[in-house]
């Protein structure tokens, strides 16, 4: 099997579980994966592998594969950890940074805009991703980046419905995240560690509230079932 075929079938479950496309829980089978991308079990059994390595999935004896799940302990974890991983990351980013990553970065973010401009709001999340991910690279901290990769997963997943604004508010709140971006960029380029500890925080709290609401949506309105029909029910 050519390693081509493998490739693309890792990066396209990647894509498909950043999206939601494949739900959170649900399970991967190998005969399956095999039947769509055109493989024998073994490179499958590769592929799901080096997922499970990634933290995209988790195996289990005699179980098989699935999708890793969002839950009340993760998410809060989540919740926690975030900020202080991405401080972290951010100054020894503006301290460690190249030159050629600095470039990379600004083809990501050039990107990125493009998706939004387009409307596009799987493709703005995923150069989200990768703009999070290069800035982990920046940092050269293999400890770091190994929790940022980790972490980045449910960041992505979480933020689809950043990117899918339901209000001017929300709209504004994209722009805002795109302008971020922009001054991350400056700031590790003038490499000033405190002031992209500074503008990441500020990024985070901006899209925190998004993400939470992810989780935690509006409740249905008081007359989905009147008050009287509540009182009479039986």
């Known amino acids: 099997m050519s390693v081509d075929r493998k490739a693309r079938c890792l990066e396209d479950l990647r894509m498909k579980i ?22 024998s079990r073994t490179p499958a059994r590769e592929v799901l592998q080096r997922l499970a390595g990634e933290g995209y999935v988790t195996l289990e004896q005699n ?4 999708v ?12 926690q950890t975030a900020p202080l991983i991405y401080a972290n990351i951010a100054r020894q980013a503006a301290e460690n940074r190249t030159a050629p990553q600095l470039d990379v970065l600004k083809d990501i973010q050039s990107e990125f805009k493009a998706a939004n401009a387009a409307k596009n709001p799987s493709e703005a999340a995923f150069q989200n991703h990768a703009f999070h991910a290069q800035i982990g690279e920046m940092a050269h901290n293999p400890y770091l980046l190994a929790s940022l990769e980790r972490m980045l997963i449910d960041h992505a997943r979480l933020s689809q419905t950043f990117y899918r ?5 929300e709209s504004m709140a994209v722009v805002k995240a795109s302008d971020h971006h922009d001054a991350m960029i400056a700031a590790i380029e003038a490499q000033e560690p405190a002031l992209m500890i500074d503008l990441t925080l500020q990024h985070w709290d901006l899209s925190r509230d998004r993400m939470e609401r992810f989780v935690r949506p509006d409740p249905l309105p008081l007359d989905v079932i009147s008050l009287k029909e509540q009182r009479d029910a039986i």
């Open 18 to 39: 950043l999206s939601l496309t494949i739900a959170p829980g649900s399970d991967l089978e190998e005969a399956t994966i095999c039947e769509t991308y055109g493989m």
């Open 68 to 79: 890793a799940s969002f839950d009340m302990t993760a998410l809060r974890t989540f919740f």
């Open 63 to 66: 179980r098989g594969a699935k």
């Open 165 to 169: 604004p339901a209000s001017p508010v």
